[in-house]
């Protein structure tokens, strides 16, 4: 069993669209991060969220903190097709913890 | 500036064979992560190394896996001999981790093994 469980596993959309991923833990967080990951590609840092209830804004996409720091979503607004990619959630328990990572979210925005 | 470099992207070997991967850091980064990452999976860590120091291997298969860092700068993961279940992408990590802040990890792209 993962610590943070990510839905849904799998999203297909076409240009324009907008989503919602979600990663939800039973668990209290320190700071939870988003990556995107790229076939053939290590992760790549979206954002970091400290703090119960905050929200960040990266261009079209939108990550929310929740107030317990138990969950996070990513909502993109007007997808493109760049966006496509393997969307991972990561979460540290303490400050100086190891990374927990949830399975992902593959997301395919079509033309 | 450079990212993480891994080599070798790919690797194929029959099982029972050792394979070793390897990983240059971001220059000044002090903290270098190895991690699992299975098919449809999100990546698990196996060390995480302070400089040269291991102080993080509790998940690190130890009876066939190793790794090293010397003069903390590049590392070495080995495995030996490799199972049909090692198949996988291993990646490595590296940050500059300092105390109070959240860490940021730069992540390579990772070396597939197949194991036949």
């Known amino acids: 069993t993962q610590l943070l469980e990510q839905s849904p596993q799998f999203l297909s959309i076409q240009e324009g669209e907008n989503l919602t991923v979600y990663c939800n833990s039973s668990?209290?967080?320190?700071?939870l991060q988003w990556y995107r990951q790229e076939p053939g590609e290590g992760p790549v840092l979206l954002v970091t969220?400290?703090?119960?209830?905050e929200v960040k804004k990266l261009k079209r996409l939108t990550f929310q903190f929740g107030d317990a720091r138990k969950d996070s979503s990513l909502h993109i607004t007007a997808a493109q097709t760049g966006d496509t990619g393997l969307y991972l959630c990561a979460g540290a328990l303490y400050s100086w913890g190891k990374l927990q990572f949830g399975a992902g979210t593959q997301v395919v925005v079509t033309p | 500036e450079a990212g993480v470099v891994q080599s070798p992207r790919y690797k194929i070997i029959e099982k029972k064979q050792p394979v070793a991967f390897w990983c240059n850091p971001i220059s000044g980064h002090n903290t270098l992560y190895w991690y699992l990452q299975n098919l449809g999976q999100g990546p698990e860590l196996l060390i995480r190394?302070?400089?040269?120091?291991?102080?993080?291997d509790s998940q690190l298969p130890k009876d066939r896996f190793s790794a090293e860092r010397l003069k903390g700068v590049d590392s070495t993961l080995k495995i030996q001999p490799a199972e049909l279940g090692d198949s996988a992408v291993y990646l490595c990590?590296?940050?500059?981790?300092?105390?109070?802040?959240?860490?940021?990890?730069?992540f390579g792209p990772g070396t597939r093994l197949t194991v036949l």
């Open positions: 190394y302070e400089n040269e120091e291991a102080v993080d």
């Open positions: 990590a590296s940050s500059s981790r300092l105390a109070g802040t959240t860490d940021t990890q730069y």
């Open positions: 969220v400290v703090t119960g209830g």
């Open positions: 668990s209290v967080f320190s700071s």
